[in-house]
């Protein structure tokens, strides 16, 4: 009974490895994509936007959801803009139910005096949520072409001008532009999600679209052209990833979703780690709510490549690597004591021990893209040693968390979308402390994470009395990213 308890958990164990190895496998093909890239944009057709016949109407739609600490910023910014007026609307789509409602209508009608086409639209409730909001404006808009930002994007006023040209190709259904960081720097949690938010812009987006592969609009920072939208169904609030899922459904109906990598549009990044575990909880579960959703329908085109099937099932399929790795680990404590108490299944680890090449693989593909942001040099790359280090050690410490929001989002469990709050934060003398917008309650979850900080401080632990160290520093990173997000979470009451 032990034995053969044993080896379904080693046929567990290896299966995950695998899993996480066809991943990295698809990662490796992105970075060879990416190397390989040469720039096109210069010879794709584009509208003349010196020449008042050619410049398109432009709707910008801003979806808020109570903004008070960013909003003043947002639209003293979005007012920036360089377009022509006369072909430039603004919706501010309103689903507050705070006080900033009033701070905004205050903020609109100044904005409306100077002469700038700006509504404010409010709805009675959040059906639909972020989907909902850009689905009620988009019946009403005046623009061939939708752009929309977030609370906490900050465009250059030349943003449209470096955009909406592409659409003069009939087939562009949507422009997308890299993500930039406002606040890269204020803390370790800010580092490491530019850090990984880089490694999506540069090495994925870069390296699916460079070979036509299905890319994902990123639900703020681009632009898209109206027919597209309502062509390939509108706006569906039926999962947490609004953006994913019609990017898919556009790209089924045969539209591009053009990505411009040399156009970055500035963010904030989240400064507490319950705005983080929000974020990261509502895309890993729209992520596998999109898979449920989509990924029949991507293997049964007949219109898709192979290769551009595997990639899209390997991105619909990211968020659940999450569960894999956390099985891997889970599973990692028994494998010892399995290992030394079966000697004869010793060439079962030789084996699985291959599958560190995924850990290598991600090294690689992370550094190419590392370099390409931040440089070359040996500080550099001491950098992202160190980076590349508390990145993992973090994911690993999100997995428990991550793999509850997947499993949901393959068990079809709905959920209310929980928007990410924002701080208005610029420099490190910034504080977010005092933000109403932050939940003090703890997750349930957070016990849990800290019995699985003890339980890989007993991994660690385990490698002496069997001397075996083949996952020590596997269980390492694993101790120390529970162990921060757990601190994390208690220190900062969020």
């Not at 709707?59 to 377009?83: D, F, G, M, W």
């Not at 904005?111 to 404006?137: P, V, W, Y």
């Not at 036509?212 to 169904?233: L, M, Q, R, S, V």
Request: aromatic share 14%; hydrophobic share 45%; with cysteine.
């Amino acid at each position: 009974m032990e034995y053969n308890l044993s080896i379904f958990a080693i046929l567990i164990y290896t299966g995950c490895l695998l899993l996480i190895f066809l991943y990295s496998l698809s990662q490796l093909n992105l970075l060879i994509n990416y190397l390989g890239y040469k720039k096109e944009n210069q010879s794709a057709p584009k509208f003349n936007l010196f020449d008042s016949k050619e410049i398109p109407y432009v709707t910008i739609q801003l979806p808020i959801y109570n903004e008070k600490y960013v909003l003043e910023r947002l639209l003293n910014n979005i007012a920036q803009i360089e377009y022509p007026r006369n072909k430039l609307e603004i919706q501010v789509l309103d689903d507050s139910t705070d006080d900033s409602i009033s701070q905004t209508e205050k903020i609109i009608a100044n904005l409306q005096e100077s002469g700038l086409d700006i509504i404010h639209i409010c709805r009675t409730n959040r059906q639909g949520f972020k989907a909902g909001a850009l689905k009620e404006g988009l019946e009403i808009a005046k623009g061939n072409l939708i752009a929309i930002f977030d609370a906490d994007f900050l465009p250059d006023p030349d943003w449209l001008k470096k955009t909406v040209p592409y659409f003069k190709d009939k087939q562009i259904g949507a422009v997308q532009t890299k993500w930039g960081h406002l606040n890269r720097d204020y803390s370790i949690l800010t580092q490491i999600q530019a850090f990984a938010l880089d490694a999506h812009f540069t090495l994925e987006q870069v390296g699916r679209s460079s070979k036509g592969h299905f890319i994902n609009f990123n639900g703020t920072a681009g632009i898209w052209n109206k027919k597209c939208i309502f062509d390939a169904g509108n706006w569906e609030g039926d999962t947490l990833t609004e953006d994913l899922d019609l990017s898919y459904r556009a790209q089924l109906k045969n539209w591009k979703i053009k990505y411009l990598e040399d156009v970055e549009t500035p963010a904030e990044l989240p400064v507490v780690i319950s705005a983080t575990r929000s974020q990261q909880f509502r895309w890993n579960k729209g992520g596998a709510e999109n898979f449920k959703k989509t990924a029949t329908r991507v293997l049964s085109a007949s219109h898709i490549s192979v290769k551009t099937k595997f990639h899209a099932l390997m991105h619909l399929l990211s968020s659940s690597v999450f569960l894999f790795v956390f099985t891997v680990a889970l599973l990692s404590v028994p494998m010892l004591y399995i290992k030394a108490a079966f000697p004869e299944l010793g060439w079962v680890f030789q084996l699985t021990s291959f599958f560190i090449i995924s850990t290598i693989i991600l090294f690689f593909c992370y550094y190419a893209t590392y370099r390409t942001n931040q440089g070359k040099g040996l500080d550099n790359f001491i950098d992202y040693l160190r980076l590349f280090f508390a990145y993992f050690s973090v994911a690993l410490g999100l997995s428990l968390h991550n793999s509850v929001a997947v499993i949901e989002g393959h068990l079809g469990k709905r959920s209310e979308f929980v928007r990410t709050p924002k701080f208005n934060i610029k420099s490190i003398s910034d504080s977010w402390k005092g933000n109403q917008y932050i939940s003090n309650k703890l997750s349930p979850k957070l016990m849990f994470e800290f019995g699985l900080m003890l339980y890989f401080l007993f991994g660690m632990y385990s490698a002496i009395p069997l001397n075996d160290y083949g996952l020590f520093s596997f269980h390492l990173m694993l101790f120390i990213g529970y162990g921060y997000v757990f601190f994390a979470t208690i220190f900062a009451k969020a």
